[in-house]
């Protein structure tokens, strides 16, 4: 069976520079763990590199050697949460016994799910947002890697037709973007019944170009 392994990230990153000393790491992490409560709480538009800097106990000196602005703090967040999407995703997909481009869709899509009930910052940031030029870039670019994995993993594993085009692929990965827009629109938790809809459309749209 083909795997699928987490996407490497492309485009800008939120972080001004890589930490390497451990000290560092946890304190970019605290940065990141604060904005995220505030998010969360407030929301995006509510956040503030000196708010974060005081709940995170730091310099708001400290903060600015890693983060350029608030808004590289809200991209650092998105990168963060979707590299977890991308290990979720792989890591159910190889558990996955009886594959067929339903049993693909389904698990990519509530591997999503998982991530977004333990990021709810993302929800914010990614499904109610998108003001961010850099973020919105970061989140396209994403859907497109997205898609290029899943499509090869779904020739490969023979689930799909050789010639299921590229744009095909981003294009279901679009449509279950959306669907996730919907139902995360007014509740955190999300919409079961739009999640499952969106699981079923995708599939039915995917069926078209399986073998």
């Not at 049993?103 to 591997?111: K, N």
């Not at 109610?128 to 020739?155: M, P, S, V």
């Not at 037709?161 to 990965?173: G, H, I, Q, S, W």
């Not at 279950?176 to 459309?201: K, N, P, S, W």
Request: glycine content about 6%; aromatic content about 8%.
């Amino acid at each position: 069976m083909p795997a699928v392994t987490a996407l490497t990230a492309t485009g800008s990153s939120g972080l001004r520079r890589t930490p390497t000393q451990t000290r560092s790491r946890e304190r970019v992490e605290r940065i990141l763990e604060c904005a995220s409560a505030i998010v969360v709480q407030h929301g995006v538009d509510a956040l503030s590199t000196r708010d974060i800097a005081v709940a995170a106990g730091v310099p708001i000196a400290s903060l600015y050697q890693y983060f350029s602005d608030r808004d590289a703090i809200l991209l650092a967040l998105v990168e963060r949460d979707t590299h977890e999407m991308d290990e979720q995703v792989a890591q159910d997909l190889a558990t996955v016994e009886d594959l067929s481009i339903a049993a693909l869709v389904e698990t990519t899509m509530r591997a999503y799910v998982k991530v977004y009930a333990r990021r709810p910052d993302f929800v914010e940031i990614w499904l109610r947002g998108r003001t961010n030029a850099a973020i919105y870039e970061f989140g396209r670019q994403h859907n497109q890697r997205t898609a290029q994995e899943l499509r090869a993993f779904a020739i490969e594993a023979g689930l799909a037709r050789t010639d299921l085009p590229a744009a095909a692929a981003e294009f279901a990965v679009e449509i279950g973007d959306r669907c996730f827009q919907l139902a995360y629109e007014h509740d955190l938790a999300g919409d079961t019944y739009l999640i499952e809809q969106g699981i079923v459309m995708v599939s039915a749209y995917l069926r078209g170009f399986s073998k």
